[in-house]
């Protein structure tokens, strides 16, 4: 029952994988291509806070927790199914920790220049009054 809820929690951080990724690239284009919601303030503060808490985790030398919680669920279980395993050579990487911190500092710098250059909206929203 456990690797079912490994399974989960694997899914919901590559959906945060995803989203931390895709949204470097969304952005800038989806600014040229007038999307709204690339503008919009809360998904642009999430994503600069989640890289921000992400480049911390690494100059500290924490595991990501969801990472961690996946590995207690899985309990040493071998990976068995194609899924999972693919998903596991796309997130994680065997690299020197200096080296996360350079790429997690770069992808920081560019999140702080997208800010300023393609500019969130702190309008008020009409739903939100």
Request: hydrophobic share 55%.
């Amino acid at each position: 029952m456990s690797i079912i809820f490994s399974e989960i929690v694997l899914l919901f951080h590559f959906c945060i994988f995803l989203f931390m990724l895709l949204s470097f690239f969304l952005i800038p284009i989806g600014y040229y291509k007038k999307w709204k919601w690339v503008k919009n303030r809360y998904y642009r503060l999430i994503h600069i806070i989640l890289m921000g808490i992400i480049f911390i985790e690494t100059i500290l030398g924490f595991m990501c927790p969801l990472t961690i919680l996946e590995n207690f669920l899985r309990n040493g279980t071998k990976v068995n199914n194609k899924f999972t395993e693919i998903i596991h050579l796309i997130m994680y990487w065997d690299l020197p920790s200096y080296q996360f911190i350079i790429i997690y500092l770069l992808s920081l710098l560019y999140l702080v220049f997208l800010w300023f250059f393609f500019k969130p909206n702190f309008k008020k929203s009409k739903l939100l009054q």
